[in-house]
């Protein structure tokens, strides 16, 4: 928890930063900036999750405490089931619904993080674009960007909606006739 706190707490830009002084000048690991291949992309993936797998993280654990004192849990412990099956069959699947929630708000958040990380890191991508379209004036260009932006994050919140009603039996949609 005390990691996650870490990737809560720090800023985008400075985890970038941060990352690129001890992967790439300290440690020689890994590449300080560029797209040229699959290794470029590892400090960018780990600087864009480390903020949301600390709020995920965190935010799942809450949960599944939560989860953990109702009463169909000790039911199912009492019928005999294991510990592992009762976490995953039904704690689990109950504690997720908040994270998918979570998850979904957090496209809008990865995406204007990724605005940062793409400028640090000098990856062209839609952030360096709509940037770029910024400090040019080119309107259409950054409409564009902002567009897609809104794309997905309307595609992530309709994934959301999917999830629930997988993950809980409550929830349906249905069609409704005319």
């Known amino acids: ?17 941060l990352m690129q002084y001890i992967f790439a000048l300290k440690l020689h690991l890994l590449p300080v900036s560029g797209f040229y291949g699959p290794r470029y992309i590892v400090l960018p993936a780990i600087v864009l999750g480390w903020s949301s797998a600390g709020v995920i993280a965190r935010l799942t654990r809450s ?16 019928k005999g089931l294991r510990e592992a099956p ?24 990865l995406l204007s993080g990724a605005v940062i990380t793409e400028s640090v890191f000098g990856i062209p991508g839609v952030g ?14 950054l409409q564009g960007a902002i567009l897609f932006s809104t794309v997905l994050v309307i595609a992530g919140n309709l994934v959301a909606d999917i999830l629930y009603a997988f993950l ?3 929830i349906r949609y249905a069609m ?3």
């Open 1 to 17: 928890m005390g990691f996650s706190l870490l990737g809560v707490s720090m800023p985008v830009f400075w985890s970038a930063l």
């Open 63 to 78: 949960s599944l405490l939560e989860v953990m004192r109702h009463d169909y849990i000790r039911t199912a412990r009492a």
């Open 86 to 109: 009762v976490i995953v069959g039904h704690a689990l699947k109950n504690a997720l619904l908040p994270v998918v929630t979570i998850m979904a708000i957090q496209v809008a958040g």
């Open 128 to 141: 360096r674009i709509a940037v770029n379209a910024i400090q040019a004036r080119d309107m259409p260009l």
């Open 168 to 170: 809980d039996p409550r």
């Open 176 to 178: 409704q006739e005319k």
